[in-house]
């Protein structure tokens, strides 16, 4: 196990190819996906062949950025990941045409067992602190559909105020008309999205 970081209570870890069991797992709670795919779960598939891949080619190209695998110390079981990597890397800013190229976005998902414990904003702390003071960002953003309360209050916890609210239509999205099939982006089309943000300052 390579180990990223730690709070006390939360090993961040690289993942490996032995994870795709653990995230199909977190991906076919339809509670966890409610917001992101309107509770259509991840294919086998699309986690072995595109989800993996994408998440171990960030190790070979950043120190600091990436997904983490997210361990609970006192079971030490998967719990789910965070994300810190460029906002240019982020599919929506993408095709909104509202990349900003000196922000990293900040996400996490974890398995509905440890939600209300505080985690989410207890991982997402530790790599703000590092982004600021270690690794020389400037400005953090994080994404959610206007409805998740619970995404947005880690966010708020961590300091971060709204920015702006977009909303994706399917215009942005053609003439990719196999991308408009994608049920994370049927689940967000004509919906509010919100961005935050926090800088170093």
Known sequence: MTIFLETPRLILRQFTQ?????????????????????????????????????????YEQYDNLGFWAIN????????????????ARFRFAQLLG?????AMELGYRLRQISWGKGYATEVSRLLVNKAFTEWNFTKIIAWAL????????????????????????????????????????????????????????
């Open 18 to 58: 032995d994870d795709a069991d653990k995230l199909f797992i977190l991906d076919s709670d339809p509670d966890v996906m409610r917001f992101i795919s309107g509770g259509i779960g991840s294919s086998y598939e699309t986690i072995t062949q595109h989800f993996l891949p994408d998440v171990l080619g960030y």
């Open 72 to 87: 609970e110390k006192s079971s030490q079981e998967f719990i789910g990941w965070v994300v810190l990597r460029p906002e």
């Open 98 to 102: 509202v990349v900003e190229f000196d």
């Open 146 to 201: 206007s409805e998740n309360k619970a995404s947005i209050k880690v966010m708020k916890k961590l300091g971060m105020t709204l920015q702006q609210e977009y909303v994706l239509t399917a215009a942005d999205v053609l003439p990719d008309v196999k991308l408009l099939e994608n049920p994370v982006i049927q689940n967000i089309l004509d919906k509010k999205l919100v961005k935050y943000q926090l800088t170093s300052d």
